[in-house]
């Protein structure tokens, strides 16, 4: 037999997918994929329903249905004070994985090179690869994550096409500031590139941080993609649901690449989806909110086992630093090895930080833990670390003294 494509043989399962049947195989508390452990709002679960029954299940339009494009265009007015055409501005994708690949798709040509910014989103770079785009990564640095400037300065040239980055961030909660958005806008403009922002996490942001979309920086409308998920702000994940807004010159190729990805996204949970976004402001705060207080709680757990937790300004996820408790454990291995060891002992999932980086030299000791969850789930998962590592570690004191 011919070899198969050979960018996707040497890709793995995602570490999601890998993670989580880890867990169910452990009985496992699964902290590890970022989905929340309770429904989304009722009043958007009930129009899908209803959506369903009154007649309107067959194709909708290629560019998503009119109620969703005009509440995208709503919603982009009311938070960010951004201007959309509903109906030349705004494509509806099956998620925001989907709205990625479209977005990437209508502007990369084969050997044009894209800027990345490590640790990223596992399908940015297999689907930039798979389009013959060459990747050209910059790294974030732990623990505080700033943009460095000269790097970021120095991945641009004359075949930047353009940029995809996420803020607010995945895994690392940092929120971009207005100045490194200013100096990413300056960059974007020189080298008359493009931008693909993943802004998925848009409305869980905390203690204060805003999400500020690159798109509505001065020169930034007319070279932005700004995608946006209803799995994260309606804490629906399983719907996959995407929007983009866009300036109508890109938006023809973007609802191409849609044509020819997926064509539409279910109708019912598009109208669904136009309910939330106009949902009330106190909705949206009270997400941030609920999962400020989570965050919070799994945070100061984390802490008083003996973890270093890094900040989280935004999404879902902590990422913490296991090395203070690699001696107390007697634990030498890497973030793979812990996350596979607190899966089977303590019972508690995270995902490895590595499998947000391309390369082998990546830092090795981080575990990334989702507080999307119920505080029951999350004060289980505390007690089980805690007897873990206190059963850990006393073997290891017992080992010592014997
Ligand atoms: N981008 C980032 C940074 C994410 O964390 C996720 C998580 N699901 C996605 C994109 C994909 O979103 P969706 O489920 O809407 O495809
Ligand atoms: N975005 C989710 C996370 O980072 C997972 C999405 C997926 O499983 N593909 O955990």
């Given at each position: 037999m011919q070899p198969q494509n050979s960018l996707l043989s040497a890709t793995g399962t995602t570490i999601f997918t890998v993670m989580s049947a880890l867990a169910v195989q452990h009985g496992a508390i699964n902290l590890g994929q970022g989905f929340p452990d309770y429904d989304g709002p009722e009043d958007v679960i009930d129009a899908a329903a209803a959506a369903l029954r009154d007649g309107r299940n067959q194709y909708p339009p290629l560019t998503g249905v009119p109620e969703l494009r005009q509440a995208v265009a709503a919603h982009n007015r009311r938070f960010y004070g951004l201007e959309a055409d509903p109906n030349a501005e705004v494509i509806v994708t099956s998620g925001a994985t989907e709205a990625i690949t479209a977005c990437l798709m209508a502007v990369l040509n084969p050997g044009d090179e894209c800027v990345l910014i490590e640790p990223l989103y596992d399908t940015y770079l297999p689907v930039v690869k798979l389009l013959g785009a060459i990747p050209r990564l910059v790294r974030l640095s732990p623990p505080d994550w700033a943009l460095p400037r000269a790097d970021l300065a120095a991945a641009f040239g004359p075949k930047t096409k353009a940029i995809l980055f996420n803020t607010p961030?995945?895994?690392?909660g940092k929120v971009f500031t207005g100045a490194e958005l200013a100096f990413l806008a300056d960059l974007i403009a020189k080298h008359d590139c493009y931008a693909i922002c993943d802004e998925v996490y848009e409305h869980l942001t905390f203690d204060g941080w805003t999400h500020i979309p690159l798109m509505t920086l001065p020169g930034m409308r007319e070279r932005c993609m700004r995608i946006g998920s209803a799995g994260k702000t309606f804490s629906l994940t399983g719907w996959k649901v995407g929007y983009i807004t866009c300036d109508r010159s890109l938006a023809p190729n973007v609802a191409k690449a849609h044509q020819n990805l997926t064509f539409t996204t279910p109708p019912n949970l598009q109208r669904g989806v136009a309910v939330g976004l106009m949902k009330d402001d106190a909705y949206f705060a009270g997400l941030s909110t609920s999962l400020q207080a989570r965050r919070d709680r799994l945070a100061k757990g984390l802490a008083e086992i003996g973890f270093g937790v890094l900040e989280t300004r935004g999404s879902y996820f902590i990422t913490t630093d296991f090395r203070p408790l690699m001696a107390p454990l007697g634990f030498n291995g890497d973030d793979v090895a812990f996350c596979r060891a607190i899966t089977e002992e303590a019972k508690v999932t995270a995902i490895p930080v590595t499998a947000f980086y391309a390369s082998q030299d990546a830092p090795g000791h981080y575990a990334r833990f989702a507080f999307c969850k119920g505080e029951a789930v999350l004060d289980e998962a505390l007690a089980r670390l805690r007897a873990w590592v206190a059963s850990r570690a006393g073997r290891q004191l017992t080992a010592a003294a014997g």
């Open positions: 961030m995945n895994p690392t």
